[in-house]
């Protein structure tokens, strides 16, 4: 198991927030998760450590949403995530770690842009299969990377204007599937080494804890704040990531 005290520094708060989130605020802050923990280890290993965590999450997700998704949907975007998920994988692969965290600072920062900038029109769209494709890509990608697939994955739903229910019981059925699928690529990798798979169930007990947290939370905590919080660390992490990436070419 990893012993570094800076890893946990880093790696505690990342699961906790994910916790909140997930429990009081939606699953947004899945993307905070990697970020923080690449800090101090490489890329691929901070995701395959938070990967199980994630998926223990998921469960406690569909069974609260059991039955509420838009079945319309769902094929044609997991049909382009797992495409996202190959192309993920062959970044883990074939990308250095000096420019895996220039992407990942690159995703980041972009994100912390579109929260601040991107705003869902008066005007309700209509479902399209070559866009759910295109941003479910999208997703698969960041989300193999940096568990960060929710903010591509909103840009398609949030404009359809579908029920609040409906809304977040698709996504939470579509990362679900796409995490567990992700088990594959990161085996391949051998991302699942006994170091690893340790640490995360060091780190496990801390996910019920934190959705308790947010579910607490939601009733006293301002939503807005909550995340302007949460993106403004994600700036300050991505551009360190940044920094750490352009330094290391």
Same mark, same amino acid.
């Given at each position: 198991?990893?012993?570094?005290?800076?890893?946990?520094?880093?790696?505690?708060?990342?699961?906790?927030?994910?916790?909140?989130?997930?429990?009081?605020?939606?699953?947004?802050?899945?993307i905070?998760?990697?970020?923080?923990?690449?800090?101090?280890?490489?890329?691929?290993?901070?995701?395959?450590?938070?990967?199980?965590? /994630?998926? %223990?999450?998921?469960?406690?997700?569909?069974?609260?949403? !059991?039955?509420?998704?838009?079945?319309?949907?769902?094929?044609?975007?997991?049909?382009?995530?797992?495409?996202?998920?190959?192309?993920?994988?062959?970044?883990? !692969?074939? /990308?250095?770690?000096?420019?895996?965290?220039?992407?990942?600072? &690159?995703?980041?920062?972009?994100?912390?842009m579109?929260?601040?900038?991107?705003?869902?029109?008066?005007?309700? &769209?209509?479902?399209?299969?070559p866009?759910?494709? @295109?941003?479910?890509?999208?997703?698969?990608?960041?989300?193999t990377?940096a568990?960060?697939?929710?903010?591509?994955?909103?840009?398609?739903?949030?404009?359809?204007?579908?029920?609040?229910?409906?809304?977040?019981?698709? #996504?939470?059925?579509? @990362?679900? %599937?796409?995490?567990?699928?992700k088990l594959?690529?990161?085996?391949?990798?051998?991302?699942?080494?006994?170091?690893?798979?340790? #640490?995360?169930?060091?780190? &496990?007990? /801390?996910?019920?804890?934190?959705?308790? &947290?947010?579910y607490?939370?939601?009733?006293?905590?301002?939503e807005?704040l909550?995340?302007?919080?949460?993106?403004?660390?994600?700036? %300050?992490v991505?551009?360190? /990531?940044?920094?750490?990436? %352009?330094?290391?070419?």
């Amino acid at each position: 198991m990893i012993t570094d005290p800076w890893f946990y520094a880093a790696a505690i708060p990342a699961v906790l927030l994910v916790g909140i989130a997930k429990g009081g605020f939606g699953s947004g802050a899945g993307i905070f998760a990697t970020p923080l923990m690449a800090l101090t280890v490489p890329i691929p290993q901070a995701a395959a450590i938070m990967l199980p965590i /994630l998926i %223990v999450m998921d469960a406690v997700g569909l069974w609260a949403y !059991r039955g509420k998704f838009h079945r319309q949907h769902l094929g044609v975007l997991l049909a382009g995530g797992v495409l996202g998920i190959v192309l993920g994988a062959l970044a883990f !692969r074939y /990308l250095s770690d000096a420019w895996t965290r220039l992407v990942l600072g &690159a995703i980041s920062v972009g994100f912390v842009m579109h929260y601040y900038g991107f705003r869902v029109g008066e005007r309700i &769209a209509t479902p399209s299969r070559p866009k759910g494709f @295109f941003w479910s890509i999208v997703s698969g990608l960041t989300s193999t990377i940096a568990h960060a697939g929710g903010p591509p994955l909103s840009i398609y739903l949030l404009p359809l204007r579908l029920e609040k229910t409906v809304l977040v019981g698709t #996504t939470v059925v579509f @990362f679900a %599937v796409i995490n567990v699928v992700k088990l594959v690529p990161y085996a391949w990798l051998e991302l699942f080494d006994g170091r690893n798979l340790s #640490t995360s169930a060091a780190l &496990a007990p /801390l996910a019920p804890v934190g959705i308790f &947290a947010g579910y607490q939370m939601m009733r006293r905590v301002n939503e807005v704040l909550f995340y302007r919080i949460c993106y403004a660390l994600l700036a %300050v992490v991505g551009l360190r /990531l940044l920094w750490q990436g %352009v330094t290391a070419l």
